[in-house]
């Protein structure tokens, strides 16, 4: 085994944050690929070469594109304007001429998720007002409770108010 199933979710997860988030946004809302899918765009720093790697729980596909010779795809040619269009076109495609159904990444029991401050990433206290939630494998989640947000800090905030 190369990696557990947890890790290999946590960075399914990660790779989820590209598409739905990321570089990787267009083929959403430019392409119309909606389906659950993680990925990666990728470009070389003379633009020489770009590409996009994707999967869902069903397919994974790679779309390189490149040239041989010292020469640039051209200023800007990222892996998210030059790959990510035809990855996008060849999953939409693909899913639906094999009627793949649209399908959540199964998550292992040994990852949970864990409420957590926002500015602390610890367990929040009765103090904390931006929280978020967070996967972690199971033991390697906070123990300690926000040490930023506190009873002081409430009073000092309302002190503050008051003066200025």
């Not at 119309?32 to 596909?61: C, E, I, M, Q």
């Not at 040239?67 to 269009?85: K, M």
């Not at 199971?138 to 009873?151: L, M, N, V």
């Amino acid at each position: 085994m190369v990696l557990s199933e947890e890790t290999a979710y946590m960075i399914t997860s990660l790779l989820q944050s590209v598409i739905n988030e990321g570089t990787g946004g267009s083929s959403r809302w430019k392409y119309g690929f909606r389906r659950n899918a993680a990925g990666k765009t990728g470009t070389t720093s003379d633009w020489t070469d770009a590409w996009f790697v994707g999967y869902t729980p069903h397919l994974v596909a790679g779309v390189y594109v490149g040239v041989d010779e010292p020469l640039t795809l051209g200023r800007h040619e990222s892996g998210a304007r030059a790959a990510l269009p035809v990855w996008a076109k060849f999953m939409k495609r693909s899913h639906e001429m094999l009627d793949l159904p649209d399908q959540e990444f199964v998550k292992p029991d040994g990852v949970i998720e864990v409420e957590i401050c926002k500015d602390s990433k610890k367990l929040p206290s009765k103090y904390c007002t931006e929280l978020e939630t967070e996967l972690f494998i199971r033991g390697t989640e906070p123990t300690e409770t926000c040490d930023i947000h506190s009873a002081s800090q409430d009073r000092n905030d309302n002190f503050n108010d008051i003066i200025f």
